[in-house]
């Protein structure tokens, strides 16, 4: 028999087959579990107020910084499960606009814009309108934008006609124009449209309304003109639709002269934007009744609900008030034209000193309001203090309860900072990992280190098998260890995944189960289940610093069988200089010796016995 180089190079070929047979097992293996555990096509990633969880989103846009463009911010939800890292009066930026959108309209976790195009020559071409969403990760530690870089596009809205008002209610956008010039169609009409799957569909208002736009319409020749205020507002609760409020447009008595809800059939109502139902709404009169020591409001009317609560937000004498009522019908009653739900309001809080104009979001889940507005009059009074300041335009963010009229919130519209608590978490970790890899190379190896003396039918292990071993070794601990922790094996291919919480304890567990099961399996058999597949074996070292006890002659201390394992106590140091510092590991391997820092210090080598070549003879 012989052994040596050339038994080494007919073991060479053999192990590339077996290396290329379990990257290709474990490929596979990996693949199906992907393919396993992910979500079916078409499933929702974010909720909204109504939907699981129990969660509301906001979206703001406000003018660049010198009034050059527009910003676009979103508000994640301040209740239900996705919560982590978002309190009351905090916002992200999401991006920029070249100019400021039309009208926007928020439904759930996603934004529209309409965009009105106003060339040089006419005719204008379609009001363009464009969406993305937010999506949460890390369990709402973080939020993204979807799509990145670009926007989604929806069905146009028509070009001609004014656009009165714009909003996202019930899992649906509406938008009220006047001026339409459809072929046997009164241009004096106000038309109320929803936009679905085949693009934006009428909606009938109540006869009355309609009569009254058409009176209240001034005519000069072919061109219309609506001088009153019109403006829908969004609404919750049962039935589903959107509000509609008529204001004066003109003169210092400005006040609501009608408000109306529209409620929609169950096959309607909370169907979402791609829904195209053609059931008739019903429409509810709505009578505000206003205390006493409150007129009229009188500029920049906002009307929204939040659950069953009505918030009406305005501004006089200089500060922007907040009234709420409940709406309440009895059992069995019919809400229609002829049975008008009253709905008396009351004062809850002052705010917002000095604002004119507010954009109002209800924050259905918490019960509660959010408010953005400028902090003064003239913005150049009290400029921004910081940059991030400068960003939100000077602009305050207030958030207050209509539950108990508790200020939640009351600051600066400022970006949140950049860096979220999984990416604190993520850099945490990575600085321990260098840190330590660092300390592992400057430490000098122990003093018996050196040369390693192998029998003639045992060889280093080359460092391609010994890493495809620990990439045996690593996928077995991950999905141990996920399935511990209950997290789909899947999560751990995913950048935003690395730094949550869940991320943390699922990390640690790993290479815990590595140190652990590295250190069991090589101190009672040699071999950890990645160096058993791979033919490979940590046996302790013969080097110069390993003196016998008594005096025996080189051939018996190089004798394959005397050989043993490495102790229980070396086993765990080899594991955890391995593991925690796993760039130390690796790079180790490019040296000479074939032997990293864990080896060195666990008093160990990884080795492979050749296999004698039979048919020949010595």
Same mark, same amino acid.
């Given at each position: 028999?012989?052994?040596?180089?050339?038994?080494?190079?007919?073991?060479?070929? $053999?192990?590339?087959?077996?290396?290329?047979?379990?990257?290709?097992?474990?490929?596979?293996?990996?693949?199906?579990?992907?393919?396993?555990?992910?979500?079916?096509?078409?499933?929702?990633?974010?909720?909204?107020?109504?939907?699981?969880?129990?969660?509301?989103?906001?979206?703001?846009?406000?003018?660049?910084?010198?009034?050059?463009?527009?910003?676009?911010?979103?508000?994640?939800?301040?209740?239900?499960?996705?919560?982590?890292?978002?309190?009351?009066?905090?916002?992200?930026?999401?991006?920029?606009?070249?100019?400021?959108?039309?009208?926007?309209?928020?439904?759930?976790?996603?934004?529209?814009?309409?965009?009105?195009?106003?060339?040089?020559?006419?005719?204008?071409?379609? $009001?363009?309108?464009?969406?993305?969403?937010?999506?949460?990760?890390?369990?709402?530690?973080?939020?993204?934008?979807?799509?990145?870089?670009?926007?989604?596009?929806?069905?146009?809205?028509?070009?001609?006609?004014?656009?009165?008002?714009?909003?996202?209610?019930?899992?649906?956008?509406?938008?009220?124009?006047?001026?339409?010039?459809?072929?046997?169609?009164?241009?004096?009409?106000?038309?109320?449209?929803?936009?679905?799957?085949?693009?934006?569909?009428?909606?009938?208002?109540?006869?009355?309304?309609?009569?009254?736009?058409?009176?209240?319409?001034?005519?000069?020749?072919?061109?219309?003109?609506?001088?009153?205020?019109?403006?829908?507002?969004?609404?919750?609760?049962?039935?589903?639709?959107?509000?509609?409020?008529?204001?004066?447009?003109?003169?210092?008595?400005?006040?609501?002269?009608?408000?109306?809800?529209?409620?929609?059939?169950?096959?309607?109502?909370?169907?979402?934007?791609?829904?195209?139902?053609?059931?008739?709404?019903?429409?509810?009169?709505?009578?505000?009744?206003?205390?006493?020591?409150?007129?009229?409001?009188?500029?920049?009317?906002?009307?929204?609900?939040?659950?069953?609560?009505?918030?009406?937000?305005?501004?006089?004498?200089?500060?922007?008030?907040?009234?709420?009522?409940?709406? $309440?019908?009895?059992?069995?009653?019919?809400?229609?034209?002829?049975?008008?739900?009253?709905?008396?309001?009351?004062?809850?809080?002052?705010?917002?000193?000095?604002?004119?104009?507010?954009?109002?979001?209800?924050?259905?889940?918490?019960?509660?309001?959010?408010?953005?507005?400028?902090?003064?009059?003239?913005?150049?009074?009290?400029?921004?203090?910081?940059?991030?300041?400068?960003?939100?335009?000077? *602009?305050?963010?207030?958030?207050?309860?209509?539950?108990?009229?508790?200020?939640?919130?009351?600051?600066?519209?400022?970006?949140?900072?950049?860096?979220?608590?999984?990416?604190?978490?993520?850099?945490?970790?990575?600085?321990?990992?260098?840190?330590?890899?660092?300390?592992?190379?400057?430490?000098?190896?122990?003093?018996?280190?050196?040369?390693?003396?192998?029998?003639?039918?045992?060889?280093?292990?080359?460092?391609?098998?010994?890493?495809?071993?620990?990439?045996?070794?690593?996928?077995?601990?991950?999905?141990?260890?996920?399935?511990?922790?209950?997290?789909?094996?899947?999560?751990?291919?995913?950048?935003?995944?690395?730094?949550?919480?869940?991320?943390?304890?699922?990390?640690?567990?790993?290479?815990?189960?590595?140190?652990?099961?590295?250190?069991?399996?090589?101190?009672?058999?040699?071999?950890?289940?990645?160096?058993?597949?791979?033919?490979?074996?940590?046996?302790?070292?013969?080097?110069?610093?390993?003196?016998?006890?008594?005096?025996?002659?080189?051939?018996?201390?190089?004798?394959?069988?005397?050989?043993?394992?490495?102790?229980?106590?070396?086993?765990?140091?080899?594991?955890?200089?391995?593991?925690?510092?796993?760039?130390?590991?690796?790079?180790?391997?490019?040296?000479?010796?074939? *032997?990293? $820092?864990?080896?060195?210090?666990?008093?160990?080598?990884?080795?492979?016995?050749?296999?004698?070549?039979?048919?020949?003879?010595?």
């Amino acid at each position: 028999m012989e052994c040596g180089q050339e038994a080494g190079m007919g073991i060479s070929g $053999r192990c590339a087959r077996v290396v290329a047979r379990w990257v290709f097992i474990l490929a596979m293996g990996l693949f199906v579990a992907g393919v396993r555990g992910a979500p079916p096509a078409g499933s929702s990633l974010a909720t909204g107020a109504q939907g699981v969880g129990g969660v509301s989103h906001a979206w703001v846009v406000t003018p660049g910084p010198n009034d050059v463009g527009a910003m676009i911010w979103h508000v994640p939800s301040r209740g239900g499960e996705l919560v982590k890292g978002w309190r009351p009066g905090t916002a992200r930026l999401v991006g920029d606009l070249p100019q400021m959108p039309e009208a926007i309209a928020a439904v759930e976790n996603r934004l529209y814009m309409v965009f009105e195009d106003r060339p040089s020559m006419p005719p204008p071409r379609p $009001r363009e309108v464009l969406s993305l969403a937010a999506v949460a990760t890390n369990g709402g530690d973080q939020w993204v934008t979807r799509p990145q870089g670009r926007y989604d596009v929806s069905a146009a809205l028509r070009s001609e006609g004014r656009l009165l008002s714009c909003i996202g209610s019930n899992g649906a956008v509406w938008a009220l124009m006047h001026g339409l010039r459809d072929p046997g169609d009164d241009a004096r009409a106000v038309v109320l449209l929803r936009l679905g799957a085949g693009g934006w569909v009428s909606v009938p208002l109540p006869p009355t309304l309609s009569e009254f736009a058409i009176k209240s319409t001034v005519t000069s020749g072919n061109k219309v003109a609506m001088p009153l205020v019109w403006k829908l507002f969004a609404t919750s609760g049962g039935g589903g639709g959107v509000g509609l409020a008529v204001c004066r447009g003109t003169g210092a008595g400005e006040e609501v002269l009608e408000a109306w809800k529209c409620g929609l059939p169950p096959a309607v109502s909370g169907a979402g934007v791609g829904s195209d139902a053609g059931a008739s709404p019903s429409w509810a009169r709505l009578r505000l009744e206003w205390p006493e020591d409150a007129t009229p409001p009188l500029k920049h009317l906002q009307l929204v609900y939040t659950g069953d609560e009505l918030a009406a937000v305005y501004e006089k004498d200089g500060a922007t008030r907040l009234l709420s009522g409940m709406q $309440r019908f009895a059992a069995g009653e019919r809400a229609d034209e002829e049975a008008a739900a009253s709905i008396e309001l009351r004062p809850v809080t002052q705010l917002l000193q000095g604002s004119e104009q507010v954009a109002v979001a209800a924050l259905d889940n918490i019960g509660g309001l959010l408010l953005i507005g400028s902090s003064a009059p003239d913005k150049t009074e009290k400029p921004p203090a910081s940059v991030a300041g400068a960003v939100g335009g000077g *602009r305050k963010m207030v958030e207050v309860s209509l539950r108990t009229g508790r200020v939640m919130s009351d600051g600066s519209l400022t970006p949140q900072s950049p860096m979220s608590a999984a990416d604190y978490r993520l850099v945490g970790l990575l600085i321990f990992v260098i840190v330590a890899t660092v300390g592992v190379f400057i430490a000098r190896p122990p003093k018996d280190a050196g040369e390693v003396h192998l029998p003639e039918d045992c060889g280093m292990t080359d460092p391609g098998r010994r890493v495809i071993a620990s990439l045996i070794d690593l996928v077995i601990a991950c999905v141990v260890g996920t399935s511990i922790w209950k997290e789909p094996l899947r999560s751990m291919v995913r950048a935003e995944w690395w730094g949550s919480e869940s991320s943390l304890a699922v990390i640690a567990t790993v290479v815990a189960l590595l140190v652990l099961i590295g250190t069991v399996c090589e101190a009672l058999f040699g071999k950890s289940p990645g160096k058993l597949f791979m033919g490979c074996e940590v046996v302790s070292i013969i080097g110069i610093g390993v003196k016998p006890t008594e005096p025996q002659r080189d051939s018996e201390i190089l004798d394959s069988d005397s050989l043993h394992r490495p102790s229980l106590a070396n086993s765990f140091v080899r594991n955890v200089i391995k593991w925690l510092t796993l760039p130390a590991a690796a790079v180790g391997l490019l040296d000479l010796s074939r *032997r990293h $820092r864990g080896d060195q210090w666990g008093k160990a080598a990884v080795i492979e016995r050749y296999v004698e070549v039979e048919g020949e003879e010595e």
